[in-house]
């Protein structure tokens, strides 16, 4: 399976946003290409902020580093969830594993023209050490996690995994 090193931002998005999609996710299901919600997150993700870079940490990829190290994450939302917040403070959890001093995260919502700023704390820091732990946990075990109620899969790119029935 994978180790703490391999665990990046999508792994801790669909820890908190759902443990059955980041079990799948890690056992190569990768149904998102055929999603409408994930092809407009892309084409979102295409079109904003054109001129930013983004950073390869290897199992870890984040839409941009800025000067003063803030991470900026692009995200095709309305509004932060806690999945959003997670990935970002784990993208500067893996930062300041390889040196450098990430001082938080600036979540970027171009579909309502807001931003959310995330300083990197030591609870964030705690945080995201102990969600590498927990997506660990998740994708090591051998039966998938239950479902959750229907509504909540509404417009996810498992849900024909899940609900096939």
Do not use: F
């Not at 040196?99 to 990197?120: D, F, N, S």
């Not at 609870?123 to 051998?142: F, G, N, T």
């Amino acid at each position: 399976m994978i180790g703490p090193e391999d665990v990046g931002g999508v792994h801790v998005k669909y820890l908190y946003h759902c443990r059955r999609q980041l079990w799948l996710y890690a056992r190569g299901v990768r149904p998102e290409h055929l999603n409408a919600s994930v092809q407009l997150g892309e084409a979102v993700h295409e079109t904003s902020y054109t001129r930013s870079s983004p950073v390869d940490l290897g199992a870890a990829k984040l839409d941009h580093l800025d000067g003063a190290a803030w991470v900026h994450e692009v995200k095709s939302s309305s509004k932060p969830s806690k999945a959003d917040e997670a990935q970002a403070m784990h993208y500067c959890y893996r930062l300041r594993v390889v040196g450098v001093a990430a001082q938080g995260a600036i979540l970027h919502y171009p579909k309502t023209r807001r931003t959310k700023r995330l300083p990197y704390t030591a609870q964030a820091a705690e945080q995201a050490r102990a969600d590498i732990a927990v997506v660990l946990d998740v994708v090591s075990a051998s039966a998938s996690p239950p479902l959750l109620t229907r509504p909540a899969c509404r417009g996810c790119s498992y849900i024909d995994y899940c609900w096939n029935e």
